[in-house]
Protein backbone atom coordinates (compact mmCIF):
# COMPACT_ATOMS: atom_id res chain seq x y z
CA UNK A 1 0.00 0.00 0.00
CA UNK A 2 0.92 3.59 -1.09
CA UNK A 3 -0.10 6.77 -0.53
CA UNK A 4 1.35 9.57 -3.06
CA UNK A 5 0.48 12.84 -1.47
CA UNK A 6 0.54 16.03 -4.17
CA UNK A 7 -0.17 19.60 -4.95
CA UNK A 8 1.80 21.78 -2.09
CA UNK A 9 3.74 24.31 -2.88
CA UNK A 10 4.34 28.64 -2.77
CA UNK A 11 1.17 30.59 -2.34
CA UNK A 12 0.88 34.21 -1.30
CA UNK A 13 -1.49 34.95 1.59
CA UNK A 14 -4.94 34.61 0.91
CA UNK A 15 -4.68 32.33 -2.05
CA UNK A 16 -5.23 28.27 -2.20
CA UNK A 17 -3.98 25.26 -2.92
CA UNK A 18 -5.69 22.36 -3.67
CA UNK A 19 -3.52 18.68 -2.07
CA UNK A 20 -4.51 15.28 -3.11
CA UNK A 21 -3.55 11.89 -1.74
CA UNK A 22 -3.64 8.95 -3.70
CA UNK A 23 -3.77 5.46 -2.36
CA UNK A 24 -2.57 2.25 -4.26
CA UNK A 25 -1.74 -0.87 -3.64
CA UNK A 26 -3.96 -3.85 -2.46
CA UNK A 27 -6.65 -2.34 -0.81
CA UNK A 28 -9.79 -3.96 0.52
CA UNK A 29 -11.62 -1.34 2.04
CA UNK A 30 -10.45 2.41 3.43
CA UNK A 31 -13.02 3.78 6.32
CA UNK A 32 -10.91 7.08 7.50
CA UNK A 33 -8.57 9.43 5.39
CA UNK A 34 -7.59 12.99 6.56
CA UNK A 35 -4.55 15.26 6.88
CA UNK A 36 -1.93 16.02 9.60
CA UNK A 37 0.21 19.10 9.41
CA UNK A 38 3.32 19.88 11.15
CA UNK A 39 5.03 23.10 11.09
CA UNK A 40 9.31 23.96 11.78
CA UNK A 41 9.67 23.33 15.72
CA UNK A 42 5.83 21.96 16.32
CA UNK A 43 3.99 18.77 16.63
CA UNK A 44 1.85 17.50 14.05
CA UNK A 45 -1.34 18.11 14.66
CA UNK A 46 -4.44 16.90 12.63
CA UNK A 47 -6.46 18.96 10.15
CA UNK A 48 -9.16 17.50 8.92
CA UNK A 49 -10.65 13.80 8.31
CA UNK A 50 -13.21 12.64 6.22
CA UNK A 51 -15.14 8.80 6.50
CA UNK A 52 -15.52 6.38 4.33
CA UNK A 53 -19.70 7.71 4.07
CA UNK A 54 -18.24 11.61 3.87
CA UNK A 55 -18.21 13.15 7.53
CA UNK A 56 -16.21 15.25 8.01
CA UNK A 57 -14.30 17.35 10.97
CA UNK A 58 -12.01 19.99 11.17
CA UNK A 59 -9.66 21.77 13.16
CA UNK A 60 -10.73 24.89 14.71
CA UNK A 61 -7.95 26.70 13.33
CA UNK A 62 -9.16 25.71 9.34
CA UNK A 63 -12.94 25.71 9.51
CA UNK A 64 -14.61 27.67 7.09
CA UNK A 65 -11.22 27.37 4.72
CA UNK A 66 -10.10 24.23 4.06
CA UNK A 67 -12.20 21.58 2.67
CA UNK A 68 -11.32 17.97 3.01
CA UNK A 69 -13.30 15.88 -0.11
CA UNK A 70 -13.07 12.05 -1.09
CA UNK A 71 -13.79 10.14 -4.18
CA UNK A 72 -13.83 6.56 -2.98
CA UNK A 73 -13.94 5.29 -6.93
CA UNK A 74 -10.34 7.10 -7.14
CA UNK A 75 -9.33 5.91 -3.12
CA UNK A 76 -8.00 9.70 -3.38
CA UNK A 77 -8.76 12.76 -0.93
CA UNK A 78 -8.60 15.67 -1.61
CA UNK A 79 -8.12 19.37 0.80
CA UNK A 80 -9.27 22.24 -0.62
CA UNK A 81 -7.25 25.39 0.87
CA UNK A 82 -8.52 28.77 0.61
CA UNK A 83 -7.95 31.94 2.50
CA UNK A 84 -4.33 30.96 3.19
CA UNK A 85 -2.71 32.59 6.04
CA UNK A 86 1.45 32.50 6.88
CA UNK A 87 -0.05 30.44 9.87
CA UNK A 88 -0.82 27.17 7.63
CA UNK A 89 2.71 26.96 6.47
CA UNK A 90 3.90 23.39 7.28
CA UNK A 91 4.70 20.18 5.73
CA UNK A 92 1.15 18.41 5.55
CA UNK A 93 0.72 14.92 5.70
CA UNK A 94 -1.72 12.19 4.39
CA UNK A 95 -3.10 9.06 6.12
CA UNK A 96 -5.55 6.20 5.35
CA UNK A 97 -7.31 3.84 7.27
CA UNK A 98 -7.64 0.63 5.48
CA UNK A 99 -7.85 -3.17 5.65
CA UNK A 100 -5.71 -4.79 2.80
CA UNK A 101 -7.54 -7.71 3.45
CA UNK A 102 -10.93 -9.11 3.55
CA UNK A 103 -9.08 -10.90 6.87
CA UNK A 104 -6.60 -8.18 8.02
CA UNK A 105 -7.23 -5.78 10.79
CA UNK A 106 -7.52 -1.58 9.49
CA UNK A 107 -4.09 -0.23 9.98
CA UNK A 108 -2.72 3.28 9.51
CA UNK A 109 -1.11 4.25 6.40
CA UNK A 110 0.80 7.66 6.28
CA UNK A 111 1.69 9.94 2.76
CA UNK A 112 5.16 11.16 2.23
CA UNK A 113 4.50 14.77 3.29
CA UNK A 114 4.21 17.82 1.18
CA UNK A 115 5.28 21.31 1.81
CA UNK A 116 2.87 24.31 1.85
CA UNK A 117 4.38 27.55 2.08
CA UNK A 118 2.67 30.92 2.09
CA UNK A 119 4.33 34.00 2.13
CA UNK A 120 4.97 37.11 -0.16
Known amino acids: VQLQASGGGLVQPGGSLRLSCAVS????????MGWYRQALGEQRGLVAI???????NYADSVKGRFTISRDNTKNTAYLQMDGLSPEDTAVYYC???????????????WGQGTQVTVSS
Open 95 to 109: YADLRSGYLQSTRRY
Open 25 to 32: GRIHSIDV
Open 50 to 56: ITSSGST
